[in-house]
């Protein structure tokens, strides 16, 4: 039996969810695994709050996968160095 951390569930089995556009009021789809979503009204960004153990749990990456992992761990940047 494999060990799942409940803190993915979210990541591991994605969900979709419906996000208020903070500009327009207008419903943005997006799924749990997805950090920001352009709201189809307005283009405005809005961002997911992915609630995960990503930042704590030293498992992580295994739990979730490398590439998983990664896309979370660091969100669309253009910042090369930490
Ligand atoms: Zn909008």
Redesign the pocket.
Same mark, same amino acid.
């Given at each position: 039996m494999l060990f799942k951390c409940p803190g993915n569930a979210d990541i591991r089995t994605p969900t979709l969810k419906i996000k208020r =556009?903070p500009? =327009?009021g207008?419903d943005v789809e997006l799924f749990s695994i997805d950090m920001k979503v352009d =709201?189809p009204? =307005?283009g405005?960004p809005v961002f997911n709050n992915i609630n995960s153990c990503i930042d704590y749990c030293q498992y992580a990456e295994q739990c979730l996968g490398t590439e998983t992992y990664q896309k979370l761990k660091k969100p669309a940047t253009q910042a090369g160095e930490d």
């Open positions: =556009c500009k =327009c207008g =709201c009204s =307005c405005q």
